[in-house]
């Protein structure tokens, strides 16, 4: 009997975040389409360090793309999401979009 609640509990939690959009965020369900600051930095950390990182390193300190510790001095949020669909030279256009591009923009708009 209990091993039934627990497997409905867990189901229900896997529907949730199945709707969160991205893998890390399961433990946030209402993450959709909310302006939530504190959980789109930790959504957009994720989606970095998922689609970015490898060429902008963990840290945003860069590789085999530049540096982006202080990209916030340089572009504005607008600027970094034109960047990250659109693409740029040797960057691929693509890697994120709609909610997910904006929230990283967002996020490394806050780097100066
Ligand atoms: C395949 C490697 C690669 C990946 C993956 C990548 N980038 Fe880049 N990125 C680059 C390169 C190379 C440049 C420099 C393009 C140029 O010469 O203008 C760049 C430039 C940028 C710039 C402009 C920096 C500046 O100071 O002008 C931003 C912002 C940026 N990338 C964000 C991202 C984000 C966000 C992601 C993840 C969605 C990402 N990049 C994924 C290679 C990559």
Known sequence: MK????????????ILGACGGGGDTAKEPANNNAAA??????????????????????????G??????????????AGIENIIVN???AMPAGLLQGDDAKAVSDWLATHK
Not at 38 to 62: I, R, T, W, Y
Not at 64 to 77: E, I, M, N, S
């Open 64 to 77: 085999v793309g530049p540096d982006l510790t202080q990209v916030g001095g340089r572009l504005d949020a």
């Open 37 to 62: 600051p504190a959980a789109d930095n930790a959504a957009a950390e994720g989606l970095f360090a998922q689609s970015c990182a490898s060429c902008h390193g963990q840290n945003l300190e860069g």
């Open 3 to 14: 091993k039934k609640l627990v497997a409905l509990f867990m189901g229900s939690a896997l």
């Open 87 to 89: 693409g740029q030279l």
